[in-house]
């Protein structure tokens, strides 16, 4: 359990400037992130815990499909940014002048570290049985512009993962394992509904990349979905004048403005023949390797689903993803009866935020509304003769009284 | 429990060059961390999951003494580091170009960044009564040269902290409270018997600063500890051909090599001076605020544990630290008897990395002294004959035989 008291952060009364989304202006409203720079934001205490809470959705999914979790550098090699012919093409990459005269990159994707770390230890066929890695990690991007608060940044976190495989018909397998991981990550954060696998440029290898796209009303990116298949399409791919649907050939669509969340690569070879990767087959014969490459945007989902499940208010955040799963406002004297109700609540693994502070119920509803936390314990004199607490949903208007 | 078949990496036969130090080159030997460049690694399963082992020993203690963590950005503003007279001062500051025509530094420390950030939530003196904050977060260095492997990084994961007080009283008592914190961290990594608390040249506002420095046998630093009362003051403090106790004024020290783990300051009001914190007291005048900042070397730690732990031939791991509690070779065809001690084991809060990987006994012996897990267990036909499983301590030669 966490005691409101002992955090040294405030909400607002009306949300501050700077952000062109509601999202990203809630969580500074009741103070879950601060500014550093437009375009990155530092996490208080309440706003790292949704953040964490996301991440360990994702890990635990990615763990689930067989993926190891490494951890690799935010700075990068120019040589291997070079030998993927992108140190001049990339356009948002920073570049890091060292004391030793020389630059780095700051790293906004990792093909260029993680594709020569895996290449040590490959040799065999073997060794490619089952060769995926991922990390959640900071990326950076040089942007002109970054206004969009969480959902466009300088400085974010990320989840990327990559694999390596002998043939394409390996890579094209893997490659729904880790869409079905996706569609269970989007399951769990309450996003199914609202996110559209969706068909994109493809890269060098192949005819489609596929992103997931999310609607929460705001977005960068324009879809078009088959009223027929439901297949969605990036605005990138498709004649808007004379749609024709890339899955089955129908010509009516719906448009939708969509944010978004997710990518998924097939990258051919274009970055294990830049750093000479090949394995041995049981035949003796060299061959070349194949890789895919899986992100996810953990903050930018973070200022998605804060977007999303708002009300006309406040957040309010899904069970799985909110900073605690129970606020307990304590009135009067009764925090050792909350700390008892806490560790009752904690052995059924729900986290518990008390609200104990000296101050009035004015404002500990009004921080409680802010925080959205899905919820809300209030325990007082007046409930304590009602027979209990009283415990109220955030999405609902009424209370019931619950004995302890 | 994680299957060693699932992992892509490997190990080495023999020590890679690269590292000047014995810990970072068993480490890159076992396969646990891979440069990206030099000051820079990158972890791999084994290798991220000791890292973490570490951070959330440090993560408790912190927790315990009522700190919130936090995380803070990477990228820092240059008007900030402006306004401490730092952006000219700090020789080893990175400083990135931005696309907007602007630099940013990649921040060595934060207190460019948390005075700022505390400054807004603090008004009056109520807001001071239990002010601290922590994160545990990758720093970056400009160094010129880095050539110690995990001990002198261009990128590195440290934990630090700050704290905000109304006077020096109540900062000098949270710091002996925050130093009681760190004594207990050093107690549960296995260093309290090396580790000595060393008065060192202070800043601006005090007399000295506190460094804590390990013997491992390597190191950057000299001490010398006063034979007397054990209090130890760092080659800078002191006058070599002159010694005398900076605490009880004897005259006879012992000199060691040792290497820097942590440093604790008082920072009085050098940063919140440059950023204007001020708060109101209970009386309604305005007073300064005073700080303290403590950090620690994640990171660094990792390799000096490495280092300090090993025995003549590889690494040894306190089981506080280890990435697995337990390590199960399995010869022949137990995988599943394994999988259940497995379970059995990791009821008991144990952590289990089973070796079944289609390799001989040889092999498995050999990476499992390469990983120096403190407990290994080998499941065989040959020891389900005796009766169950050998289980052996990494630290001794002979293992018994346990029933299941």
């Known amino acids: 359990m966490l ?6 952060f405030k909400t607002q009364k009306s949300m501050p ?22 375009g990155a934001y530092n996490y208080t205490t309440l706003g790292l815990k949704t953040l964490r809470n996301i991440e360990n959705i994702v890990r635990e999914e990615m763990d689930a499909i067989g993926s190891s979790e490494i951890l690799m550098t935010a700075l990068g090699a120019r040589e291997n940014w070079e030998k993927t012919e992108r140190w001049d093409t990339v356009d948002i990459l920073f570049k890091l002048p060292s004391a ?11 093909e260029e570290v993680v594709t020569p770390l895996i290449g040590e230890f490959i040799q065999s066929y073997k060794d490619l049985e089952n060769c995926s890695v991922y990390q959640i990690q900071n990326k950076f991007r040089n942007e002109k512009r970054a206004k969009s608060g969480l959902l466009r940044g300088r400085e974010f976190l990320m989840k990327d993962m990559y694999s390596f495989h002998r043939t394409q018909e390996e890579l094209d397998a893997y490659f729904e394992v880790a869409h079905s991981a996706y569609d269970r990550v989007f399951e769990r954060l309450g996003l199914s509904d609202s996110t559209h696998y969706t068909f994109a440029s ?9 992103e997931f796209q999310t609607e929460v009303g705001i977005g960068e990116d324009e879809i078009f979905i088959c009223t027929k298949c439901d297949q969605a399409h990036n605005k990138e791919i498709i004649d808007e004048n004379h749609f024709v649907c890339a899955e089955c050939a129908h010509t009516e669509c719906e448009k939708k403005i ?18 000479g990767l090949k394995y041995q087959d049981a035949d003796g014969q060299t061959k070349n390797i194949v890789m895919g490459c899986y992100g996810i945007g ?93 415990l109220k949903k955030r999405t609902e208007s009424e209370g019931i009284i619950v004995s302890m």
Chains 1, 2 share one sequence.
């Open 3 to 8: 005691l409101l008291s002992n955090l040294p």
């Open 17 to 38: 400037s700077g952000s062109d989304n509601r999202g990203t202006g809630l969580l500074l409203q009741a103070g879950f992130i601060r500014m550093t720079l437009a």
């Open 100 to 110: 030793e005269g020389r630059e780095y990159a700051l790293n906004p994707t990792h």
């Open 202 to 210: 493809g890269g060098d290898f192949s005819k489609y990349s596929y």
């Open 258 to 275: 969509v944010s978004e969340v997710a990518n998924i690569f097939k990258l051919g070879s274009r970055f294990s023949d830049a750093f």
């Open 298 to 390: 953990i903050s930018r989902l973070m200022g998605l689903i804060a977007e999303k499940f708002a009300d006309e208010k406040w957040l309010i955040w899904p069970e799985n993803v909110a900073p605690f799963w129970y606020e307990i406002i304590v009135i009067g004297d009764h925090l050792e009866v909350a700390k008892t109700l806490a560790k009752k609540l904690e052995s059924e693994w729900k986290s518990v935020l008390i609200d104990d502070r000296n101050t009035g119920f004015g404002q500990k509803a009004g921080d409680a509304d802010l925080f959205g936390i899905p919820n809300r314990i209030i325990l007082s004199d007046k409930t304590i003769e009602k027979g209990g607490y009283e």
